[in-house]
Nanobody
Framework: QVQLVESGGGLVQSGGSLRLSCAASRMIFRGYAMGWYRQAPGKQREMVATITSGGTTNYADSVKDRFTISRDNAKSTVYLQMNSLKPENTAVYYC???????????????WGQGTQVTVSS
């Protein structure tokens, strides 16, 4: 079954905002660390933001002060608020669920199908 489903991607002009959502299966959300990763054409997947089950966050330096990751445990959903978007932020954004948190970004966790974010200049 699909355990992580991303939504909220789309086309936005430079300087605009988008909010991505990742709906997780309740059974895997509790106690899991969550993260957003992105992959642009011709580039490797990179970490954007992560949040532990306790709410501790980390961000890539390139998105600090512009992006905010949050989670709603009651809804088993993690969000990524993206402000002041730039063309270089164009990528497919993937949601990741991991336990323990040290395995974030690895193939041992759960991954969503990805949602496309395109920022036009």
């Amino acid at each position: 079954q699909v355990q992580l489903v991303e939504s909220g991607g789309g086309l936005v002009q430079s300087g605009g905002s988008l909010r991505l959502s990742c709906a997780a299966s309740r059974m895997i959300f509790r106690g899991y660390a969550m993260g957003w990763y992105r992959q642009a054409p011709g580039k490797q997947r990179e970490m954007v933001a992560t949040i532990t089950s306790g709410g501790t966050t980390n961000y890539a330096d390139s998105v600090k002060d512009r992006f905010t990751i949050s989670r709603d445990n009651a809804k088993s959903t993690v969000y990524l608020q993206m402000n002041s978007l730039k063309p270089e932020n164009t990528a497919v954004y993937y949601c990741n669920a991991a336990f323990p948190a040290s395995t974030l970004g690895s193939l041992t966790g759960y991954w969503g199908q990805g949602t496309q974010v395109t920022v036009s200049s």
